[in-house]
């Protein structure tokens, strides 16, 4: 079935290859790769995103911890009561676990949304998210709306998880005459590169010392994206989650051959053509051309800092504790028993594996060789005072940009 579709979809690929004299540049791919309808990678299936097993390809902060999504909804609440606002906005909701975990927190602080609004590209994410929501905050789900187009004004905390780097980039080669736009083309049957000259470069001046053999990423698609959100968001805050750097560290020489990705079932595949549809393809976030698109389209940066300090300051460690104070959630005898009995001994208790779990899951969120130091918080707003901001108090990274 899974591998019907691939083929299905590559057969598309091949048509436009065909239309466009037999080249196309690769976000034209990556889009199609991604989100063709129903042969897409997002478009066509759904599940990708949970824990390791099953039939997922990697894991995001929501899937990995409800901790991620109530410690987020702490910002959020802040900036919703200060400003007084009423929506939420999600840009790519996957599969609805961050929506459920916000919307849950921000009921349980005394002050849920009017609106929680999802902005989803992928129909069969929606469904999900859909059932998702139903099922985790019922009581809730009157609430949650879908848009279809991007309202031409509109007051909100928007949050985005892992979306920007879902966004199609153009790929950059370095060869001894100068940069060239590397695409996609046929050789026999299969998928290959091939570059073509282009007058798009990388951002100055940090590329200067990139050296020949270098292949690299720009984002016009998360820019214009961006963009359209900074011309039409009239007041309000935007927080982008997401696995980037700004740009001196994203062009540096260490990082000559791009951040350009493919996963599948948890591995990074070597060639990012392989399995169009079934593999994820994903590059890392330029928050410095983020934060200049937003401000020059009118929006002001209002912080930019880790993952981990972000959660920190958002008082992860508090909510752990008071996790942990109130015990674990009630488990099933049997399956409590399966899970926890230790090699040769007693039974342990549900409360231990719940607190490894959690522990584990915590250490991933916070610690700086797994998503603590990658992953990025980027902070946009206006007509919103910086220090409601209390995610970036400690280790603000703006001066970084
Ligand atoms: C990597 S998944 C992240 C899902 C979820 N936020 C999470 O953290 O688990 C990317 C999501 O962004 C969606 N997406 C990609 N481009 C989008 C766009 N321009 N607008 C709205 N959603 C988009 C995808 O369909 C998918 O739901």
Redesign the pocket.
């Known amino acids: 079935m899974a591998l019907e579709r691939s083929a299905q979809l590559l057969a598309q690929l091949r048509a436009a290859l065909h239309a466009s004299g037999g080249w196309l540049p690769f976000d034209a791919y990556m889009q199609q790769a991604l989100y063709a309808p129903g042969l897409g990678y997002?478009t066509g299936q759904a599940g990708q995103?949970g824990d390791f097993g099953g039939d997922s390809d990697f894991v995001?902060?929501?899937?990995l911890s409800p901790l991620f999504g109530r410690t987020l909804a702490a910002q959020v609440g802040r900036v919703l009561q200060h400003a007084g606002l009423e929506a939420v906005v999600e840009?790519?909701?996957?599969?609805g676990?961050?929506a459920a975990q916000v919307l849950g927190e921000l009921d349980r602080l005394g002050c849920a949304p009017r609106r929680y609004v999802i902005?989803?590209?992928?129909g069969a994410?929606k469904h999900q998210q859909r059932d998702t929501l139903r099922s985790a905050v019922p009581h809730l789900a009157d609430r949650v709306q879908w848009w279809r187009a991007l309202p031409d004004a509109f007051e909100a905390v928007v949050i985005?998880?892992?979306?920007l780097?879902?966004?199609p980039v153009k790929l950059l080669a370095r060869q001894e005459t100068g940069w060239m736009e590397r695409g996609v083309t046929q050789e026999g049957d299969d998928l290959v590169f091939a570059d073509r000259p282009t007058t798009l470069q990388p951002p100055a001046p940090e590329t200067h010392a990139l050296p020949v053999g270098s292949v690299t990423e720009i984002h016009p698609q998360a820019l214009g994206?961006v963009r359209t959100l900074a011309d039409r968001l009239t007041r309000g805050v935007a927080l982008f989650i997401d696995y980037g750097f700004p740009q001196h560290e994203f062009y540096h020489p260490q990082r000559h051959m791009g951040t350009l990705r493919a996963h599948y079932r948890h591995r990074v595949l070597d060639d990012v053509l392989l399995w169009p549809g079934l593999a994820?393809i994903?590059a890392h976030v330029d928050f410095t051309a983020v934060a200049v698109a937003a401000q020059d389209s009118g929006l002001e940066v209002l912080g930019y800092t880790s993952q981990a300090n972000f959660l920190m300051n958002c008082g992860l460690l508090d909510l752990v504790a008071a996790e942990f104070a109130a015990g674990p959630p009630p488990v099933a005898p049997s399956s409590a028993a399966a899970i926890c009995r230790p090699l040769g001994g007693k039974a342990a208790t549900p409360g231990g594996a719940h607190y490894l779990r959690q522990t584990a899951a915590v250490n991933k969120l916070l610690n700086e060789s797994e998503m603590g130091e990658l992953f990025k918080v980027i902070a946009l707003g206006r007509g919103v005072e910086a220090n409601v901001l209390h995610g970036f108090n400690r280790g603000d990274r703006t001066h970084t940009l």
Do not use: H, I, Q, R
């Open positions: 997002y995103f995001t902060a929501p899937e840009f790519g909701a996957g599969s676990k961050l902005f989803e590209v992928s994410l985005g998880n892992e979306v780097d879902a966004m994206f994820d994903t």
